[in-house]
């Protein structure tokens, strides 16, 4: 009776046990860490647990921390080092000491990066993708902060818990296309909305978005102008040599080193390459949240002289692409790049539509500098124009810009992805696009006058303003066309009674006013439309029957230009009697195009999933055809 009675006492004691639980709460307490849940991971417990400290941690977490870090030299500093790293961010979360931000950061990359003869985890393990994401994020959070929140980079000596931190920003990192970076602030530290995606690139650094400030070098490119307002992700690596000797010598030396993604998305440390984190959808965001150019839109249509980006340009100290500087130019039209001029990347060229501006084109700009494959192989260009102007006039505008460019950037002609170029147009845009490929003589001039351009009477400047927007050839350098709801008929909203009300109200610039003053006044008995009283608006232009539209229709695109479709069509019907709600899909059509791909959409298809992916088909086989 006694050794059963011990038996049975035995039997109910026994602390082991295994239950049947779901899989996918197994996995969350398996996975879960202190930057997914605020506390630390099973592994991190394990070791407190291992040494007997799990509850001295919970009491006196500094304490614990000094412990573990004093035996930093003994074997098997690794798996102390992970431990480290995550607990110091931990205590840091509850205590608000951001000096163990900064050691969680250290930690972390002494475990990354070991020195030859060091243990180091494999890289395989949980515990080293966390120490990325907690050098990063301990990195990001122990930088000072200003007032406002914006990250202050520059030089100091700190103390830590445990020796002092010796950190160095030299200012030639802070120097990028000519400008200086500033007013840095932490992309994980904002919420991105517009965007269908949101993109970061994993790796290491903390990734950053910083404004451009003023020209700091004087062999900036002078070309460029960059989109106002404009943020550019910046990353911050801090290099640290030797890091577990400075740790245990308690002396750490950081030298700050500064990426972007047009300059560089790896980082070499200890002879291995590693990727650097990127938050390029955050910064475009930023770019956009406050920028003139939704402003510029239905301005910019009403009023060819509207200049919404002159004080932004001021600030930048730039000068338009193919444009004279800003306050000598009456055209706000130019290129507004997203990053410096990148040789060997083919230009794609992004020409928006009416009553529109380049920032319709973001989630098509998100989906393409996100992919590795276009980020390598191409280079995006936005086209801003006044789409209220004569189409005829924004077309030579934008061959102007195209052509100044690619003399600019490449005055020696070396660059065969230069002259690789792509250009999309959305709408207008698209017939804009289509005027960089055709060989129009002088069919555009006939409808004006039967007298040689030449022979009128006309002021030097207003001759050449005529020139610009009635003659064209194709730009050698254009090698493909994308339409996307183009009205190469027409559009049946502009042959509304309404658009004739709308289109009276368009002010053209006072260079094309000055045009129609000197054919009228002095070329009248030579115009064949004697009556005329004002050039006609981008409205007239696309009404359907219109003579300009009718000719631009009937010109071939050249035959070194391989161009494609994307109509959108609403509903589920026939294409062939549908419409985008502004284009009827007999309209957008095309012949002789490489392809044509109908999408079930409203007007505003340019952000489409489906027509992002065609484009990047499309792109694909562009980069492929050398």
């Known amino acids: ?69 004093r035996d930093l030299a003994l074997r098997g500093d690794h798996r102390r080092l992970a431990a480290l790293g995550e607990l110091s961010f931990h205590y840091a979360l509850r205590s608000g000491d951001r000096r163990y931000y900064f050691l969680a950061a250290v930690y972390s990359y002494a475990l990354l990066f070991p020195g030859p003869d060091e243990e180091r985890l494999p890289e395989a393990d949980p515990r080293v993708r966390l120490a990325y994401d907690l050098y990063n994020r301990g990195l990001t959070k122990a930088m000072v902060r200003a007032e406002n929140g914006e990250i202050v980079l520059r030089s100091g000596t700190h103390e830590t818990p445990f020796g002092t931190v010796e950190v160095e920003v030299p200012e030639a990192e802070l120097d990028w296309a000519g400008h200086r970076l500033e007013r840095f602030v932490s992309a994980a530290d904002y919420d991105v909305q517009g965007l ?106 009403f009023s060819g002289s509207f200049r919404p980006l002159r004080q932004a340009v001021e600030t930048m100290s730039q000068v338009v692409v193919g444009q004279h500087p800003v306050e000598e130019q009456d055209e706000e039209e130019g290129l507004l790049f997203l990053y410096p001029y990148r040789r060997g990347r083919i230009p794609l060229v992004l020409v928006h539509g009416t009553a529109s501006s380049p920032g319709r084109w973001a989630d098509l700009v998100n989906e393409l500098q996100n992919d590795r494959l276009m980020w390598e192989r191409y280079q995006i260009w936005l086209y801003l124009y006044n789409t209220g102007n004569p189409i005829g006039y924004s077309g030579g505008l934008l061959r102007r810009a195209l052509e100044t460019a690619v003399a600019e950037l490449d005055p020696e002609g070396t660059d065969e992805a230069l ?28 409808l004006v006058a039967d007298t040689p351009l030449d022979q009128l009477d006309l002021d030097p400047a207003v001759r050449e303003t005529l020139r610009l927007g009635t003659s064209f050839t194709p730009e050698p350098f254009v090698k493909r066309l994308v339409f996307v709801c183009t009205p190469h008929g027409g559009s049946y909203l502009a042959s509304l009674s309404v658009a004739g009300i709308v289109s009276d109200l368009v002010s053209l610039p006072s260079n094309l006013t000055q045009v129609t003053a000197e054919l009228v006044t002095r070329n009248r008995e030579r115009l064949l439309l004697r009556n005329i009283s004002r050039l006609p608006t981008s409205i007239d232009n696309m009404t359907p029957g219109n003579p300009f539209l009718k000719v631009l ?48 959409s409203s007007h505003s298809a340019q952000g489409l999933p489906e027509t992002i992916e065609e484009v990047r088909r499309i792109l694909i086989e562009h980069a492929a055809s050398d």
């Open 553 to 600: 229709a009937e010109l071939p695109i050249a035959p070194a230009v391989t161009a494609h479709s994307i109509i959108a069509v609403k509903g589920d019907g026939p294409p062939d009697a549908g419409s985008d709600g502004v284009v009827r899909y007999e309209s957008a059509r095309l012949e002789g195009v490489e392809s044509e791909l109908v999408v079930r």
């Open 1 to 69: 009776m006694l050794l059963a009675g011990w038996l049975a006492l035995g039997c109910a004691s026994i602390p082991v046990r295994v239950e049947q639980a779901d899989p996918k709460q197994v996995h969350r307490e398996l996975t879960a860490n202190v930057l997914s849940t605020g506390e630390p991971s099973a592994r991190s417990i394990q070791l407190l647990e291992r040494f007997s400290l799990r509850q001295k941690y919970r009491k006196d977490p500094a304490g614990t921390l000094a412990l573990l870090h």
């Open 419 to 446: 002259r690789r170029m792509v250009v999309i147009g959305h709408s207008q845009g698209g017939l804009l696009a289509k005027l960089t490929a055709v060989d129009s003589g002088d069919r555009f001039w006939s």
């Open 196 to 301: 269908r995606n949101r993109y970061r690139h994993s790796g290491i650094g903390a990734a950053l978005s910083a404004s451009i400030g003023p020209v700091e070098a004087l062999d900036a490119v002078p070309s460029e102008r960059f989109l106002p307002g404009m943020r550019v992700p910046a990353t911050v690596f801090g290099r640290i040599e030797d890091p577990r000797r400075a740790l245990r010598e308690s002396r750490i030396r950081v030298r700050a080193e500064i990426y972007t993604p047009d300059e560089a998305t790896t980082v070499s440390i200890d002879g291995r390459e590693i990727p650097v984190e990127i938050e390029a959808s955050a910064s475009l965001a930023a770019s956009l949240a406050d920028s003139p150019l939704w402003g510029f839109e239905l301005r910019g249509f």
